[in-house]
């Protein structure tokens, strides 16, 4: 048994959660096996990672079921503060997503029940004219979620827009990274508009979706490592920060960094941003924000986009 990980308040929830939250779409992948798969969350679980991340539609629900398999065994599910994602727009969906999330994921309540890829600028009035707010209101109600919360990476607009549609969200998960100090910036534009209303804010992507690092470098010339935009990443106003995990190498380093993790000084985080900011003002860094590449495919149907 480790030492265990740093702990955040997750906004006004009164919950503590670790500073890193495994990342449900990774676990899921279809190359890693469904016993690796588990023996990596019962590694992150030991090592101090108290927070997971999931969605209805990652992997077509392989994710969860994963998921639900391995916090099934030695009260594990009692360990962890458990998020998942609702895809649904209106009230139908929303019941159904809920439904199959709780079965997959082999439980009784989820922790926190977010709205998912909030990235099209009608999703607000979606969600709200179509009935699905209303419906995740009434789950809460019931006991069947603890808290809600959404999720995007498109634009700080949307978020703020989502924002206002509700006055008692619990959580906002967002890209935050080096180059989104200088393009369509959370860290700017919404974190302290989150700080303000006691939402706590979420950090993923702190590699751009992969796209910052190559062979642990940015591939923009070898601006900056992984562990530099992981810490980059930490020291923002964050309640925790996701990563993606596909191998006990992985999970091992990310957890050395949080373990270890002291805020970054500013003369550091200065010079780190003055390195990446010739490459991250025009979004090749961060493809979820400036193209489609990252919005979901069951997502794309919804709007009518091709998958």
Same mark, same amino acid.
């Given at each position: ?53 999931? &969605? ?9 079921? @994963?998921? +639900?398999?391995? /916090? !099934?065994? *030695? $009260? ?119 700080? &303000? ?9 702190? @590699?751009? +979706?992969?796209? /910052? !690092?190559? *062979? $642990? ?91």
């Amino acid at each position: 048994m480790s030492n265990g990980l740093p702990t955040r308040p997750l906004g006004k929830t009164g919950v503590n959660v670790s500073i890193l939250c495994l990342g449900g779409w990774h676990i899921g992948q279809p190359e890693i096996s469904d016993a690796e798969a588990e023996r990596i969350m019962h590694a992150a679980i030991d090592e101090g990672i108290t927070f997971f991340d999931n &969605a209805w539609d990652y992997h077509e629900g392989r994710s969860e079921e @994963l998921m +639900g398999k391995a /916090l !099934a065994t *030695g $009260g594990r599910r009692h360990k962890v503060f458990l998020m998942t994602k609702n895809c649904g727009r209106d009230a139908e969906h929303t019941r159904q997503h809920l439904d199959d999330s709780l079965r997959r994921l082999k439980t009784d309540v989820i922790d926190l029940w977010q709205f998912h890829e909030i990235n099209y600028d009608n999703d607000p009035e979606w969600i709200l004219e179509r009935g699905a707010l209303a419906e995740a209101l009434r789950a809460q109600q019931a006991g069947k979620v603890r808290f809600l919360g959404f999720t995007g990476h498109k634009h700080p607009d949307i978020f703020l827009k989502m924002l206002a549609i509700h006055n008692d969200w619990a959580t906002c998960q967002l890209p935050v990274n080096v180059c989104d100090y200088f393009y369509r910036s959370s860290i700017h534009n919404v974190i302290p508009v989150l700080k &303000a209303k006691n939402v706590a804010a979420i950090g993923m992507k702190s @590699l751009g +979706g992969g796209n /910052l !690092a190559s *062979g $642990g470098q940015i591939v923009a010339g070898g601006a900056a490592t992984a562990e530099e935009c992981i810490r980059f990443a930490l020291s923002q106003d964050i309640a925790s920060l996701v990563v993606g995990v596909d191998s006990m190498k992985v999970l091992m380093q990310d957890v050395a960094i949080a373990r270890n993790f002291q805020p970054m000084p500013a003369e550091e985080r200065d010079q780190l941003l003055q390195r990446i900011k010739p490459v991250a003002g025009d979004g090749r860094f961060e493809p979820s924000k400036s193209t489609q590449l990252f919005d979901g495919p069951y997502h794309r149907r919804q709007h009518g986009f091709p998958v």
